[in-house]
Nanobody
Framework: QVQLVESGGGLVQAGGSLRLSCAAS????????MGWFRQAPGKEREFVAR????????YYADSVKGRFTISRDNAKNTVYLQMNSLKPEDTAVYYC???????????????WGQGTQVTVSS
């Protein structure tokens, strides 16, 4: 079982930056693939980024490529999402997710956090 708690959301002006953190409990964190998703009002949840268990490989949605960076610190059981050059369309609730690598490669995540709100003003 893995429990995930996100933090770091808030209100920022367009062009600004935020860093989201996701603290995980459980011994299996270091072997889990991790991801970030977001859901804007009235829209479906969408994939943002994911990272393999070792941190050596990452993958991004086209909409955030070059602006967002996902990373992890297995010693701290934490995954991060550094968001730069934020745009109003990045406004959403951001969710952290975890899953076994064999499932995540197919887009299946077993564990989810409660979400943190990111609001980008124009």
């Amino acid at each position: 079982q893995v429990q995930l708690v996100e933090s770091g959301g808030g209100l920022v002006q367009a062009g600004g930056s935020l860093r989201l953190s996701c603290a995980a409990s459980g011994r299996t964190f270091s072997s889990a693939a991790m991801g970030w998703f977001r859901q804007a009002p009235g829209k479906e949840r969408e994939f943002v980024a994911r990272i393999v268990s070792s941190g050596s490989s990452t993958y991004y949605a086209d909409s955030v490529k070059g602006r967002f960076t996902i990373s992890r610190d297995n010693a701290k059981n934490t995954v991060y999402l550094q968001m730069n050059s934020l745009k109003p369309e990045d406004t959403a609730v951001y969710y952290c997710a975890a899953g076994s690598p064999s499932k995540v490669v197919y887009g299946v995540f077993d564990y989810w956090g409660q979400g943190t709100q990111v609001t980008v003003s124009s």
